[in-house]
Nanobody, 123 residues
Framework: QSQLVESGGGLVQPGGSLRLSCAAS????????IVWFRQAPGKEREAVIC????????NYAGSVKGRFAIHRDNAKNTVHLQMNSLKSEDTAVYYC????????????????WGKGTLVTVSS
């Protein structure tokens, strides 16, 4: 059974950092583009950032450019999301999803989803 599991969420103060991980079983992440989505309370799920199968990176949320970075650890079948200079507006449940060969921002095109990890940015 294919499964994605996010970890690394928690409570952090504004300006702090967190690293989220998306670990997979039953699916090889390097064969998929991996998208991190987030959903804040009362808002729709939005794509944040994606790494393609050729390691091209696409930022979908302009507010995270220069603060968030995504990278693969193929040996561990894991993708990480490094989040720096966190702001209160980054508070959300973060989900990783596996798409096809190319990046896409639309949840409809995701093949696999994790269950999410909560990130709370608050003093």
């Amino acid at each position: 059974q294919s499964q994605l599991v996010e970890s690394g969420g928690g409570l952090v103060q504004p300006g702090g950092s967190l690293r989220l991980s998306c670990a997979a079983s039953g699916v090889t992440l390097e064969n998929h583009s991996i998208v991190w989505f987030r959903q804040a309370p009362g808002k729709e799920r939005e794509a944040v950032i994606c790494i393609s199968t050729t390691d091209n990176i696409t930022n979908y949320a302009g507010s995270v450019k220069g603060r968030f970075a995504i990278h693969r650890d193929n040996a561990k079948n894991t993708v990480h999301l490094q989040m720096n200079s966190l702001k209160s507006e980054d508070t959300a449940v973060y989900y990783c999803a596996a798409a096809g060969w190319s990046c896409h921002y639309d949840p409809f095109f995701m093949n696999y989803w994790g269950k999410g990890t909560l990130v709370t940015v608050s003093s």
